[in-house]
């Protein structure tokens, strides 16, 4: 083989070198591209699960938040979602909320309605008004139309007027039902706990103040601190973990008003003053609702020297009133709560005592069909 030919044939091993090398920087090339765009589709996917969730978590976030200044612009009709709920012991649960039933009759409420007649008549005649409060529960105003009928509970807005019917003259009626109607697809009750929510005792405040002839104070001009997650008794009763995960928001308003609190632990026990209404150190793990009023009392004692009235409130309470009372603090010289369910003293003696000249009756349907607080309260008088 002559030099030209050799130098031809080392060309074209070079060349087809070459090639082989171009080839194979190919196919890295596509296996890199292969694994970069695979890693980029798995960050993709993985980034927008992440999203989802995030998004998810937010909307529950913001479900939970009160939306409290703001009036609902739509109808108050509850959005129905199609679910048909279910029960666990005996809590009906629907749309991530659960539901406390309410089974009272006629026969519940004109039992009720004669014991607050009773015990108004005990009353001394210093007294010069007392009123009445029966607050309706959640499952009352918080399910679509297509469930109202069909869930295991008792229609409230009939049973509570029932109870308002066969009171006598000299006790006001404050009447809730359809102002809370009104704006039930707001955040009016907890979705763990069996109460209401610090938005819901507003507008029953708006409501006392216009039976007891006193000038509404705006929430609009309060500033409010949030505790939240919370999670309450209802969670407790069922145990669900969809419950946690829509855990509730607790909500107090700062009181413009200088005041003095004092509370008795126990019914005998010494006067302990407390700096403020609210118990801000309250661990929302474990008794979250006694962030008002330090929980049930039997004896707490509101002084506010400069005051809308000068004159005297007491308040006989479930622990629906807790989250409502402060709505009242300044409109009252003296507002004195009792708790029926631990204090063992005599209210009419109590009003003679400390000069009490209105009363307020407050409790939620559930109180007013428990035998066992009818009794304590019965008891007081």
């Known amino acids: 083989m002559n030099d030209r030919s050799l130098e031809r044939h ?108 009773h015990c108004s008549q005990r009353l001394p005649q210093t007294v010069k008004n007392v009123y009445s409060i029966v607050i309706p529960t959640h499952i009352a105003l918080g399910l679509p139309a297509r469930l109202e009928n069909s869930v295991k509970s008792n229609n409230q807005k009939n049973y509570i007027a029932e109870i308002y019917q066969h009171y006598n003259q000299t006790i006001k009626s404050v009447s ?8 039930k697809t707001e955040y009016l009750f907890f979705n763990t706990d069996h109460r209401w929510t610090t938005l819901g005792s507003y507008y029953a405040y708006e409501q006392f103040c216009q039976y007891a002839d006193l000038k509404i104070q705006n929430i609009k001009n309060r500033k409010y601190t949030r505790f939240y997650p919370f999670v309450g008794s209802l969670y407790t009763v069922t145990n669900l973990e969809m419950l946690k995960n829509n855990a509730d928001t607790l909500c107090y ?39 008002f009023l330090y929980g049930d009392n039997p004896i707490t004692k509101i002084v506010c020297e400069h005051s809308e009235k000068n004159s005297n409130l007491l308040i006989v309470k479930d622990s629906y009133a807790n989250n409502f009372i402060p709505w009242l603090v300044g409109q009252y010289h003296e507002i004195h709560v009792i708790d029926f ?41």
């Open 10 to 117: 080392r060309k074209n091993r070079q060349r087809r070198k070459k090639e082989q090398q171009q080839r194979q920087q190919q196919r890295r090339n596509i296996v890199i591209t292969i694994i970069g765009m695979s890693v980029i589709v798995f960050v993709i996917i993985w980034i927008s699960s992440c999203t989802a969730k995030w998004a998810k978590k937010q909307q529950h976030t913001d479900a939970t938040q009160p939306t409290f200044f703001a009036v609902s612009e739509k109808q108050n009709v509850i959005p129905d979602n199609g679910d048909d709920g279910y029960y666990v012991n005996h809590i009906f649960i629907w749309n991530n909320q659960a539901f406390e039933c309410f089974n009272g009759n006629s026969k519940d409420a004109l039992a009720y309605a004669s014991l607050i007649n």
């Open 341 to 381: 369910s631990t204090y063992e003293g005599n209210i009419p003696y109590y009003c003679e005592d400390n000069n009490i000249d209105h009363v307020l009756f407050i409790n939620d349907v559930m109180s007013s069909i428990n035998s066992f607080q009818l009794e304590n309260i019965g008891n007081m008088f």
């Open 253 to 291: 308003y700062d009181i413009v008003n200088d005041y003095t609190i004092q509370i008795r632990k126990t019914n005998n026990g010494q006067w302990k003053t407390y700096d403020s209404i609210y118990n801000k150190n309250v661990e929302t793990e474990k008794n979250p609702y006694d962030l």
């Open 176 to 183: 809730l039902f359809d102002t809370l109607d009104k704006h």
